[in-house]
């Protein structure tokens, strides 16, 4: 037999550069946002922006040399994008500071500069010691147990906390600034979880039962997972009064459920269960009866005097009519009037500033983001990643659908954050790590098999 010497096929250069110049398309878009913001407010470009743009600019050419370095192959598009997401957020947060009201002296484009720092960190250390996903595998049952102590961890006394009326934070006894919000790592957690459980379990779950109407019911005994996973949603909605996180976790389990087995029947049983749960909910309990009420009579004048009532929402949605189509322009309108614009509203905040227009495009990037994210899953070569791929892909979807829809009035609020935008530490590390889980599973279904150089005549091909 003739001799083979099998090497793996380098990324292209051109690849690498055209990455490099995106990245570097991303930091520049931001940076003109600085510097219109500094102009409309005070004549003058911003003193800092340099050194925010040095900043900025050095810790996603961090993140991009760990990525050539250790997941060459991946989607050249992914870091870019999130780098712009991740830094208008850094200028509308940066906005918000400058503004005299109680929102501008809460928000702090210092601390989430420092929290990027730390995502770009945790994002890198993913890549370099995480070389192969499909080992989450093995840890399912691990991950699940992880991520139902995240979850309910907040219940636990004197590590618990309670701000503005959710009970979703654990901290240091005294340590006010050490808090991290646990559900944001127990989504990740739950997602390895349900997709090594249904690879395991997805032919039972497939198998039909009793039809009703154009409807394949599953098996009575199998619908155990999908009880078990409402009766969680529906403790944290109730226990920790949390309506975002048990949308998200019940809403993920269902559809990463359908990816497995193809069956519509799941999402239909899944939506009928969580609607009822929120109406008895609704019923039994007054924090989530409120939350109903102004959903539903938002411009009522009890409602907008009420303490936690609809004036938050009414602001936001005042915010964006007043925005219209083009927006009022970076720095020229009044987003400081909105209670927690930096946190749960800063998607009504930049609607106002950039109009219609420039959400749009921001839910653009969105889409790009995930539709990236479900080509890698689709890409991948084995169950596992498919499932993981997906769940990672739809569970930013559905986040940036709850916190729009809860914004616009279209849902209920639920209190979720606006990915790589809002000011906080949590969220966004969370999501760092979640973009370095889909970096490194595009990675290894782009890159091609190891090449095999021909010896007297002959050619065999060895693949991974």
Same mark, same amino acid.
């Given at each position: 037999m003739s001799e083979v010497d099998v090497s793996p096929v380098p990324m292209p250069a051109k690849r690498r550069g055209a990455q490099l110049l995106m990245l570097a398309l991303a930091v520049a878009i931001v940076m003109?946002?600085?510097?219109?913001? +500094?102009?409309?407010?005070?004549?003058?470009?911003?003193?800092g922006m340099l050194t925010y743009g040095l900043s900025l600019g050095g810790l996603m050419l961090a993140a991009y040399l760990v990525l050539a370095k250790f997941a060459p192959w991946a989607d050249p598009l992914i870091l870019p994008l999130v780098t712009l997401v991740n830094g208008l957020g850094l200028v509308m947060i940066y906005r918000l500071s400058e503004s005299d009201?109680?929102?501008?002296?809460? *928000?702090?484009?210092?601390?989430?500069?420092?929290?990027?720092?730390v995502g770009i960190v945790l994002f890198s250390?993913?890549?370099?010691?995480? #070389?192969?996903?499909?080992?989450?595998? #093995?840890?399912?049952?691990?991950? +699940?147990?992880?991520?139902?102590?995240?979850?309910?961890s907040p219940l636990i006394p004197f590590i618990g906390r309670e701000i503005n009326g959710a009970r979703i934070w654990v901290g240091v006894p005294g340590v006010s600034a050490a808090q991290i919000q646990p559900a944001e790592f127990a989504k990740l957690a739950l997602v390895v979880? /349900?997709?090594?459980?249904?690879?395991?379990?997805?032919?039972?779950?497939?198998?039909?039962? @009793?039809?009703?109407?154009?409807? =394949?019911? %599953?098996?009575? @005994?199998?619908?155990? %997972?999908?009880?078990?996973?409402? +009766?969680?949603?529906l403790g944290v909605l109730v226990m920790q009064k949390d309506l975002g996180s048990s949308l998200l976790l019940f809403g993920t389990f269902i559809a990463m459920l359908y990816i497995a087995t193809q069956r519509s029947s799941w999402v239909i049983i899944g939506i009928l269960l969580f609607v009822g749960g929120a109406i008895l909910a609704g019923?039994?309990?007054?924090?989530?009866?409120? #939350? /109903?009420?102004?959903?539903?009579?938002?411009?009522?004048?009890?409602?907008?005097? #009420?303490?936690?009532?609809s004036a938050q929402l009414m602001q936001g949605l005042f915010a964006l009519g007043s925005g219209g189509i083009l927006g009022t322009g970076l720095g020229q309108g009044h987003p400081e009037l909105i209670p927690l614009a930096f946190s749960d509203f800063i998607f009504s905040a930049t609607g106002e500033e950039l109009g219609l227009t420039g959400l749009m495009a921001l839910l653009m990037v969105y889409a790009l983001i995930v539709e990236r994210g479900l080509r890698t899953a689709l890409a991948a070569r084995d169950p596992f990643s498919k499932l993981l791929g997906g769940g990672l892909s739809f569970i930013l979807a559905w986040q940036v659908f709850i916190i729009?829809?809860?914004v616009t009035n279209?849902? %209920?609020?639920? +209190?979720?954050?606006?990915?790589?935008?809002?000011?906080?530490g949590s969220a966004l590390l969370a999501n760092w790590?979640?973009?370095?889980?889909?970096? @490194?599973?595009? =990675?290894? *279904?782009? @890159?091609?098999p190891p090449q095999a150089i021909q010896n007297e005549g002959m050619t065999q091909v060895f693949q991974r």
């Open positions: 003109g946002a600085y510097a219109n913001v +500094g102009l409309a407010l005070d004549g003058q470009v911003p003193s009201s109680n929102t501008g002296k809460l *928000a702090s484009p210092n601390s989430q500069l420092l929290w990027t720092l250390l993913t890549l370099i010691f995480l #070389r192969d996903h499909r080992a989450l595998q #093995r840890l399912t049952y691990t991950a +699940g147990a992880v991520g139902v102590f995240l979850l309910v979880f /349900f997709a090594g459980y249904l690879v395991a379990k997805r032919d039972v779950l497939a198998l039909a039962g @009793r039809r009703l109407l154009f409807i =394949d019911l %599953p098996r009575a @005994r199998d619908l155990g %997972p999908v009880l078990i996973i409402w +009766g969680v949603s019923m039994v309990f007054d924090h989530v009866q409120q #939350r /109903f009420e102004v959903f539903l009579n938002p411009s009522d004048p009890e409602l907008f005097t #009420r303490t936690g009532g729009v829809g809860g279209l849902i %209920p609020l639920t +209190g979720l954050v606006t990915p790589f935008m809002s000011q906080g790590i979640l973009i370095a889980l889909l970096v @490194r599973m595009s =990675d290894s *279904a782009r @890159r091609p």
